[in-house]
């Protein structure tokens, strides 16, 4: 079982930050650029217009292509006032390709997602396309979606870190980041482990529950220097309820998950748990790929 030895601090020079001008992807905006703020980062905000299968650009395509190359130097404005470097990118093309093309052109660290709009981003959330895109990255990517801009457009930094596991070796890289994030906010991480409903009155349910607290305490163990705090959770019941819950609950600035990198959106939790989470959490979500 993978345990964190020694935590590296994370770097962030490069956020690419994918926007479809919604309320949603605003809110993205506006939670990359506080990252950006944060760690000294370069912020790339790029649009894809999807190409709809043509063979290449054509008028229509190219006056949008324009028009969005505008729309985006307007919210470029916003990271110069705040004296953030950026970049704009305006692309035609299939969304997850793209998407991988820029990540790898400009060496970005972390990519952030609106989940809603008219176009595009709003196509992010839908089996093959999510599939796609999450196979893709192999940078962390965080997730803002229907039920978190309104806290996003808040900015407010990651101090309450809520870290779903399921104990498996996926979680080990989730763990730096859950790790350098607390520390960086001096904040306070929740670790959770959800079980079967039907485990709650089995006899061996005591028993059960110090071995899994034990493996937890073991992946991610009290910070020696006391920069952050943790606490470790057991739960029975349906993993993106309960995950959900205690999130809304506890009013979680961010919620980590680990993903496997053969299945994309299938998240260290058992089944869809990453894209549920994804989806209903009021808070965003960064899931990291092993």
């Not at 959800?194 to 493996?215: F, G, H, T």
Request: glycine share 6%; charged share 20%; net charge neutral.
């Amino acid at each position: 079982m993978a345990t964190l030895a020694l935590a590296p601090e994370i770097k962030i020079k490069n956020i690419l930050v994918a926007v479809d001008f919604s309320e949603c992807s605003r809110a993205a905006f506006n939670q990359a650029l506080n990252l950006a703020t944060q760690f000294g980062s370069t912020l790339h905000l790029a649009h894809v217009l999807e190409s709809e299968g043509r063979s290449g650009p054509d008028r229509k395509s190219v006056e949008l292509l324009a028009e969005t190359d505008q729309k985006l130097r307007a919210w470029g404005e916003t990271a110069r006032f705040r004296k953030v470097p950026y970049k704009i990118n305006a692309v035609a093309g299939d969304l997850p390709k793209e998407l991988e093309s820029l990540t790898r052109e400009f060496d970005i660290d972390l990519v952030v997602l609106g989940t809603r709009g008219h176009t595009g981003l709003d196509k992010l959330m839908l089996g093959s396309t999510a599939e796609a895109v999450f196979r893709g990255l192999d940078r962390p990517v965080l997730t803002v979606g229907p039920f978190a801009p309104r806290q996003c457009l808040e900015c407010r930094e990651f101090r309450k870190v809520l870290f779903p596991t399921d104990l498996s070796p996926q979680a080990a890289r989730a763990t730096i980041y859950v790790d350098a994030l607390a520390r960086k906010h001096h904040g306070h991480v929740t670790m959770v482990h959800v079980l079967p409903k039907a485990l709650e009155n089995n006899p061996d349910a005591p028993m059960l529950c110090q071995i899994y607290l034990n493996q937890m305490r073991h992946i991610l163990p009290p910070d020696p220097g006391h920069a952050y705090t943790v606490d470790y959770v057991l739960r029975f019941g349906e993993s993106t309820e309960e995950v959900v819950n205690l999130a809304s609950g506890w009013e979680a600035d961010l919620i980590v998950l680990g993903v496997r990198k053969a299945r994309a959106m299938a998240a260290h939790l058992p089944g869809h748990t990453a894209y549920g989470v994804m989806t209903q959490a009021a808070c965003p979500v960064l899931t990291v790929r092993s």
